[in-house]
T-cell receptor, first 113, second 111 residues
Framework: KAGVTQTPRYLIKTRGQQVTLSCSPISGHRSVSWYQQTPGQGLQFLFEYFSETQRNKGNFPGRFSGRQFSNSRSEMNVSTLELGDSALYLC????????????FGPGTRLTVL | GESVGLHLPTLSVQEGDNSIINCAYSNSASDYFIWYKQESGKGPQFIID?????DKRQGQRVTVLLNKTVKHLSLQIAATQPGDSAVYFCAETFPLNKFYFGSGTKLNVKP
């Protein structure tokens, strides 16, 4: 069974731009969570989607948004990029709920110049 | 938010020795815990999990111990190998379906 895939793997943007990251969960998984990982803050929860609905949200500004499609694939969008948004963005999928094991993708490394 | 902390940011062990990585959690309502391993340039990889109705679970060369009395979680790696060198995270979740991750412990395995 294929793992969680994320595209693109690397991205360079400039301040003020917006970016869209994509995540394809493991087949059969309906829960998709997004995390931001930085050296200073560690792994921080962004949001979780289940059956196309945002079920949980972390403490990030409204510039960070996401959505989930009927095939469980998910996208996250960051608008008006800031230098501090440079991070590894990780997607994790689970079978049903957040209490099941989450399996992570390789991440998208975003650099904001 | 709730905090999940790690006692040691870096742990160095000799190849072949056993490793113990510790984690403290603060929410007594947490009912599911996972240990992840993250190698450089990769996403976290699931190692082992445990639910709050258990106090010990064993996998291949790994054991997770849960002490709910003191809200402490540990990961034991037997016969540590160079390939075990990575950052290890513990994560907890409570019934809001959100995972909270500790800051991570870097494990260095010396040959």
């Amino acid at each position: 069974k294929a793992g969680v895939t994320q595209t693109p793997r690397y991205l360079i943007k400039t301040r003020g731009q917006q970016v869209t990251l994509s995540c394809s969960p493991i087949s059969g998984h309906r829960s998709v969570s997004w995390y931001q990982q930085t050296p200073g803050q560690g792994l921080q929860f962004l949001f979780e989607y289940f059956s196309e609905t945002q079920r949980n949200k972390g403490n990030f500004p409204g510039r960070f948004s996401g959505r989930q499609f009927s095939n469980s694939r998910s996208e996250m969008n960051v608008s008006t990029l800031e230098l501090g948004d440079s991070a590894l963005y990780l997607c994790a999928s689970g079978v049903v709920t957040g209490e099941d094991t989450q399996y992570f993708g390789p991440g998208t490394r975003l650099t904001v110049l | 938010g709730e905090s999940v902390g790690l006692h040691l940011p870096t742990l160095s062990v000799q190849e072949g020795d056993n490793s113990i990585i510790n984690c403290a959690y603060s929410n007594s309502a947490s009912d599911y815990f996972i240990w992840y391993k993250q190698e450089s340039g990769k996403g976290p990889q699931f190692i082992i999990d445990i639910r709050s109705n258990m106090d010990k679970r064993q996998g291949q060369r790994v054991t997770v111990l849960l002490n709910k009395t003191v809200k402490h979680l540990s990961l034991q790696i037997a016969a540590t190998q160079p390939g075990d060198s990575a950052v290890y995270f513990c994560a907890e979740t409570f019934p809001l379906n959100k995972f909270y991750f500790g800051s991570g412990t870097k494990l260095n395995v010396k040959p």
